[in-house]
């Protein structure tokens, strides 16, 4: 199961992710009259989700067909030759179509040009049972807050669908903001390369860097997402599962906007990008200073250890952050104050645990927060009001989903409504009150 090692502390592991492959291009092809919009969405949902609960052609038969009567030799060479002119005629427009501007990798499914972002026209018969998947999502205009509204509501009303998920603590919240987080926290403002635009975590090496491990989960789950609304790009899918996750479990509305483009391997980012739990406080200003963030925004961001725990498969640490994994609170701020916390006897890695119940941990970098003067005093200020952390950590977090991506890429997103501007997306309960 996943480890979630979040803003504070990404966390090494030994084991190496799986990695997702993009899908291949499907060409469909269809008149307007056998286009049918697909159903929206039919499940009932639960009433509100934030609790505190806590991927040959056969060979011929032997002698094969008889040789060619005379004067049929030359025919048949020239159908022969005229089959192949046609077949790499559409070969070359298929892998070289100037729509595409890249040779036929990367493409999802209805024709959707990943690498750039444009918008698939995927064909569907809602009515076939798909291998008893939910059909492809069919979009003949360009995207509208309300068909990304409808990618968010396929995410949430997943986020508990497996009781049994991470030792029974039952939801995917927690490695959601994870996958968010390392997918945008590469970022390096120096060379202005990594960052959220690209998902190159579909790709090795980057999907087997120690610090990504169990984050196949992560993808796995939003894969099949992805199979269900095959025109969004996996960039714009995996940030916006972020603030699904983060809504969804109690926390601020976090901005989002759509425009992120994915990318090839060879645009993978380097490892050691990410931050490793047992360093102190020079090492987090090294990480976060070179993606664009200060002390606050550093602090802020950390809030998120209030989120999911650590797993000894993965990180070598163990354990969560809160008593309360699943909801997204200014605990773990407050925690960090209110408990004794003493090094961990144990043949594992330094960390800390809670004197009182030995059943919550802190890293080195967690503890970073309180002894360094210029972290203490955001770290109390957010302890202290729950509001102001909100209000802080959802600039920040949009701003992390944001790293990397040119503005233009916003301003030129396929969306009918005015370009760039940032949304806000309901959460389940809230559609449910009306």
Same mark, same amino acid.
């Given at each position: 199961?996943?480890? $979630?090692?979040?803003?504070?502390?990404?966390?090494?592991?030994?084991?190496?992710?799986?990695?997702?492959?993009?899908?291949?291009?499907? #060409?469909?092809?269809?008149?307007?009259?056998?286009?049918?919009?697909?159903?929206?969405?039919?499940?009932?949902?639960? +009433?509100?989700?934030?609790?505190?609960?806590? *991927?040959?052609?056969?060979?011929?038969?032997?002698?094969?067909?008889?040789?060619?009567?005379?004067?049929? #030799?030359?025919?048949?060479?020239?159908? !022969?030759?005229?089959?192949?002119?046609?077949?790499?005629?559409?070969?070359?427009?298929?892998?070289?179509?100037?729509?595409?501007?890249?040779?036929?990798?990367?493409?999802?499914?209805?024709?959707?040009?990943?690498?750039?972002?444009?918008?698939?026209?995927?064909?569907?018969?809602?009515?076939?049972?798909?291998g008893g998947k939910k059909a492809p999502r069919v979009l003949s205009a360009p995207a509208t807050?309300?068909? *990304? +509204?409808?990618?968010?509501?396929?995410?949430?009303?997943?986020?508990?669908?497996?009781?049994?998920?991470?030792?029974?603590?039952?939801?995917?919240?927690?490695?959601?903001?994870?996958?968010?987080?390392?997918?945008?926290?590469?970022?390096?403002?120096?060379?202005?390369?990594?960052?959220?635009?690209?998902?190159?975590?579909?790709?090795?090496? &980057?999907?087997?860097?120690?610090?990504?491990? %169990?984050?196949?989960?992560?993808?796995?789950?939003? &894969?099949?997402?992805?199979? &269900?609304?095959?025109?969004?790009? *996996?960039?714009? !899918?995996?940030?916006?599962?972020?603030?699904?996750?983060?809504?969804?479990?109690?926390?601020?509305?976090?901005?989002?906007?759509?425009?992120?483009?994915?990318?090839?391997?060879?645009?993978?980012?380097?490892?050691?990008?990410?931050?490793?739990?047992?360093? %102190?406080?020079?090492?987090?200003?090294?990480?976060?200073?070179?993606?664009?963030?200060?002390? +606050? &925004?550093?602090?802020?961001?950390?809030?998120?250890?209030?989120?999911?725990?650590?797993?000894?498969?993965?990180?070598?640490?163990?354990?969560?952050?809160?008593? #309360?994994?699943?909801?997204?609170?200014?605990?773990?701020?407050?925690?960090?104050?209110?408990?004794?916390? /003493?090094?961990?006897?144990?043949?594992?890695?330094? +960390?800390?645990?809670?004197?009182?119940?030995?059943? !919550?941990?802190?890293?080195?970098?967690?503890?970073?927060?309180?002894?360094?003067?210029?972290?203490?005093?955001?770290?109390?200020? *957010?302890?202290?009001?729950?509001?102001?952390?909100?209000?802080?950590? #959802?600039?920040?977090? /949009?701003?992390?989903?944001?790293?990397? $991506?040119?503005?233009? /890429?916003?301003?030129?997103?396929? $969306?009918?409504?005015?370009?760039?501007?940032?949304?806000?997306?309901?959460?389940?309960?809230?559609?449910?009150?009306?």
């Amino acid at each position: 199961m996943a480890a $979630v090692s979040s803003f504070g502390a990404s966390l090494r592991a030994a084991g190496a992710g799986a990695r997702i492959a993009p899908l291949t291009t499907s #060409s469909t092809t269809s008149s307007s009259s056998s286009t049918l919009s697909a159903a929206r969405r039919l499940n009932t949902r639960t +009433q509100s989700r934030v609790s505190i609960r806590t *991927y040959a052609a056969d060979s011929p038969t032997p002698g094969g067909s008889p040789p060619p009567t005379p004067g049929q #030799s030359t025919a048949t060479t020239k159908v !022969l030759f005229a089959s192949v002119a046609v077949v790499i005629a559409a070969g070359t427009f298929f892998f070289l179509s100037p729509s595409k501007n890249v040779l036929g990798v990367g493409y999802g499914e209805g024709e959707s040009n990943k690498l750039h972002g444009t918008k698939a026209r995927v064909t569907a018969d809602a009515n076939s049972s798909n291998g008893g998947k939910k059909a492809p999502r069919v979009l003949s205009a360009p995207a509208t807050q309300k068909d *990304y +509204q409808e990618v968010y509501n396929a995410i949430a009303d997943k986020l508990e669908s497996d009781p049994s998920y991470d030792n029974g603590q039952g939801h995917f919240g927690p490695v959601l903001v994870r996958l968010a987080w390392h997918a945008s926290g590469t970022y390096d403002k120096n060379t202005k390369s990594g960052g959220s635009n690209g998902a190159t975590m579909r790709f090795a090496p &980057e999907s087997d860097h120690g610090a990504n491990a %169990g984050l196949m989960v992560a993808r796995k789950y939003m &894969e099949e997402i992805h199979e &269900e609304f095959p025109w969004i790009t *996996y960039s714009d !899918l995996w940030t916006l599962g972020g603030v699904v996750a983060v809504q969804e479990m109690g926390g601020p509305v976090v901005p989002w906007r759509p425009g992120r483009q994915d990318a090839l391997a060879e645009n993978c980012t380097p490892d050691g990008r990410l931050p490793d739990g047992d360093k %102190g406080p020079d090492h987090i200003r090294f990480i976060f200073n070179r993606m664009g963030f200060n002390d +606050q &925004e550093i602090v802020a961001l950390s809030g998120a250890h209030a989120l999911g725990r650590c797993h000894t498969d993965r990180s070598g640490f163990d354990g969560p952050w809160t008593f #309360s994994p699943t909801s997204f609170t200014n605990a773990y701020f407050q925690l960090l104050f209110d408990s004794k916390w /003493n090094l961990r006897k144990w043949e594992g890695p330094i +960390q800390y645990q809670d004197k009182e119940t030995s059943s !919550l941990m802190m890293l080195t970098t967690d503890m970073a927060l309180v002894q360094d003067k210029k972290f203490r005093k955001y770290a109390e200020l *957010y302890a202290k009001s729950e509001d102001k952390f909100f209000e802080d950590f #959802s600039a920040a977090f /949009n701003k992390l989903l944001e790293l990397g $991506v040119p503005e233009e /890429n916003f301003k030129k997103a396929e $969306v009918s409504e005015e370009k760039g501007r940032k949304w806000s997306f309901k959460t389940l309960a809230a559609q449910e009150e009306k």
